[in-house]
């Protein structure tokens, strides 16, 4: 499982799924679609969570690739508040003590 920090998004969590999801459609509606047509361009998070997993077995008897979004995690890495940070900052310092 992918981490994927919060701060990376650009955006809020059910618009980068939605992305995913758009570019993942895209992506099968390329593979099947007529040959020559551009592929489908996404930013580099999204390319990369949108991957092709080639079917199994011989190839007289493969169905064609399938286009997932690979399983992923969203990391919440908002600073905390200053206060918060101190008073952590103290606990640390004194249970290693």
Known sequence: MYEVKLSALGCPTEEFAAALE????????????????????????????????????????RGPDRI???PYTIIDDTPLPAETQAALDVLRETISG
Request: avoid cysteine; hydrophobic fraction near 45%.
């Open 22 to 61: 758009k570019h993942r459609t895209a992506v099968e509606d390329h593979m099947m679609g007529e040959p020559g047509r551009a592929a489908p361009i996404a930013g580099e998070l999204v390319a990369f969570l949108v991957q092709r997993i080639p079917d199994k077995g011989p190839v007289a008897d």
């Open 68 to 70: 997932v979004i690979v």
